[in-house]
């Protein structure tokens, strides 16, 4: 299988701390995406970062890329109960929009 | 906007029955994938369509077929469900490669 891994696959915290999410994947990419689920629903998107950035920023959230070690990380500062779901890392290896997906972070966030 | 849509969200089949999960897209996409999502494996890709009238395997294609009908549209087909196919299939769409992904809401699907 060519999926990537994500670590911790379970992370329990409280309100206001902030959450960190490790993804490692396999082969070179062109861009590495965060995605959210919750529950029983669809993924959304969250943000993309692509193969030459090192570092993105979009509200909470901040993504790192380290493409020397194939790995990268999700940050979410003061997290919020409404944080409570599953992340997923996504690379996308051949400009086609094609994504290998990791096995998720499930997100406890405890009000 | 409903972005992508797929019918139906539930389904129970027995082994050997067929069906096809139904999905379209109201972006205005070129590309367009069926995912499957199964318990602690993520979601992994049936087969992907990069415009209409192409279509690509994914990496899990076996036992299933897949027809874009038009730009909007991108069907799944099981001929011969089995066991193994149970699982909750996503459809998503993106404006083109190396772009976010839209995804529905999924079709659980049991095969008893």
């Known amino acids: 299988s060519q999926q990537g891994e994500e670590d911790p696959q379970a992370l329990s915290i409280q309100e206001g701390e902030n959450a960190t999410m490790n993804c490692s994947y396999k082969t070179s990419i062109n861009n590495l995406q965060w995605y959210r689920q919750n529950s029983g629903r669809g993924l959304v998107h969250l943000i993309l970062?692509?193969?030459?950035?090192r570092e993105k920023h979009s509200g909470r959230l901040r993504v790192t890329l380290d493409t020397s070690k194939k790995s990268s990380s999700l940050l979410i500062t003061a997290s919020r109960a409404a944080d409570t779901a599953s992340y997923f890392c996504a690379t996308d290896y051949s400009n086609t929009g094609k994504l290998i997906f990791g096995q998720g972070t499930t997100l406890q966030v405890k009000p | 906007n409903a972005g992508v849509t797929q019918t139906p969200k539930f389904q129970v089949l027995k082994t050997g029955q067929s069906m096809t999960l139904q999905c379209a897209q109201d972006m205005n996409h070129n590309s367009m994938y069926w995912y499957r999502q199964d318990p602690g494996m993520g979601l992994r890709l049936i087969y992907y369509?990069?415009?209409?009238?192409?279509?690509d395997k994914g990496e899990v294609p076996n036992g299933y077929n897949v027809s874009r009908l038009n730009k909007r549209e991108f069907s799944l087909r099981l001929e011969s469900a089995a066991p193994s196919q149970t699982s909750v299939y996503f459809c998503?769409?993106?404006?083109?490669?190396?772009?976010?992904?839209?995804f529905g809401q999924g079709t659980r699907l049991t095969v008893v």
């Open positions: 970062i692509r193969s030459n950035e």
């Open positions: 369509s990069a415009s209409e009238g192409t279509t």
């Open positions: 998503a769409s993106s404006e083109r490669g190396r772009a976010e992904a839209f």
